[in-house]
């Protein structure tokens, strides 16, 4: 059973920055695609990044911001966000991508607000 647990959320002004991480409980990153989902309230959740090897994917909302990268070492993938905006406010997950193959963790809240 992989188990997800991600940190690193927080309240921040916007145009501020926050870097997530997500430890996985044992090594997955060889053979899957890793990703971090958001979930807005009322809203469906939603890709916003992932890599596979040295590739990189964005939806457009947070491309140019947001850079997604891991640690094999440290079984960990993390997200830096930069220019954060308030509709960038959600709950954020890691899973792998582009579909979600273990069960959720709790996910970590940024709230992006003055």
């Known amino acids: 059973q ?5 940190s690193g959320g927080g309240l921040v ?3 501020g920055s926050l870097r997530l991480s997500c430890v996985v409980s044992r090594s997955i990153f060889s053979t ?3 990703g971090w989902y958001r979930q807005a309230p009322g809203k469906e959740r939603e ?9 990189t994917h964005y939806v457009d909302s ?3 911001r947001f850079t997604i990268f891991r640690d094999s070492a440290k079984k960990t993938v993390y997200l830096q ?3 954060l905006k308030p509709e960038d406010t959600a709950v954020y997950f890691c899973n792998t991508g582009p579909t979600p ?12 607000s003055s």
């Not at 890709?47 to 590739?55: D, E, R």
């Not at 273990?102 to 709230?111: A, I, L, P």
Request: no cysteine.
């Open 62 to 64: 947070v491309k140019g």
């Open 101 to 112: 193959s273990y069960s959720w963790g709790q996910g970590t809240q940024v709230t992006v």
């Open 81 to 83: 966000m930069n220019s």
């Open 2 to 6: 992989v188990q997800l647990v991600e």
């Open 47 to 55: 890709l916003v990044a992932s890599i596979a090897g040295f590739a």
């Open 32 to 34: 899957n695609v890793m």
């Open 13 to 15: 002004q916007p145009g």
